[in-house]
């Protein structure tokens, strides 16, 4: 088992930053990348960005790209999305989720999920 706990959501007015954390406890040696997620309401959940635990190689959505760096910490199992230039459409329940392939954009490809964090950016 993993256990994923997520913090640093909040509100932002538009053009903000924050930064999210995602601390990994358990058996982590299983798994290869963590992705964060996201979900807004009547939404489906959209893949935002993940990143390879031993390289450090990085993939993010279109949506995202050059706004939110994905970066880990190895020695304190521990992933980041810094997001900068926040957007009212950002506005969502950010995920977290670990699993054993590099890289899957959809929910399935992961094994496990962290509780969400809210990220509210007003206009």
């Known amino acids: 088992q993993v256990q994923l706990v997520e913090s640093g959501g909040g509100l932002v007015q538009a053009g903000g930053s924050l930064r999210l954390s995602c601390a990994a406890s358990g058996r982590t040696f299983s798994s290869v990348a963590m992705a964060w997620f996201r979900q807004a309401p009547g939404k489906e959940r959209e893949f935002v960005a993940a990143?390879?635990?031993?390289?450090?190689?990085?993939y993010h959505a279109d949506s995202v790209k050059g706004r939110f760096p994905i970066f880990r910490d190895n020695a304190r199992n521990t992933v980041y999305l810094q997001m900068n230039n926040l957007k009212p459409e950002d506005t969502a329940v950010y995920y977290c989720?670990?699993?054993?392939?590099?890289?899957?954009?959809?929910?399935?490809?992961?094994?496990?999920w962290g509780q969400g964090t809210q990220v509210t950016v007003s206009s």
């Open positions: 989720a670990c699993g054993r392939f590099y890289v899957r954009t959809d929910p399935t490809g992961y094994d496990y």
């Open positions: 990143i390879r635990w031993s390289s450090g190689d990085t």
